[in-house]
């Protein structure tokens, strides 16, 4: 069974401050907007996943110039309870710093 978070009240009542659409599905809710953002905004999250920039300076966009780094991965450990799991796609030229970042930030890493 679906739990109600405070967060999805809020929600459900147009309060969502700097997140953007908010979409139910089912149990799982989905935010649309920056993570950076959004994040504070939530908790209770007991899994993540995301595929975030690999670094590889794709397209020759701004947003690809490096892997993101510890500061990232806290915020999303703020906002998820405690033994949540993490699933980051990551580029295979740089997902080693990805790794290092996501172990600094305090998560457990396992294969």
Known sequence: ???ETARDKASDRGE???VGRVEQIGCVTIYEGDCLDVLPEI???SGVLTDPPYGLTFM???WDKGVPG???WESIARA???GAHLLAFGGTR???R???AIEDAGWLVRD
Do not use: D, E, I, W
């Open 1 to 3: 069974m679906c739990g």
């Open 16 to 18: 969502v401050g700097n």
């Open 43 to 45: 908790s209770g999250v």
């Open 60 to 62: 020759g966009k701004a």
């Open 70 to 72: 510890v500061p990232f």
């Open 80 to 82: 998820c309870l405690p």
């Open 94 to 96: 740089t997902y080693h």
């Open 98 to 100: 990805q790794t290092c």
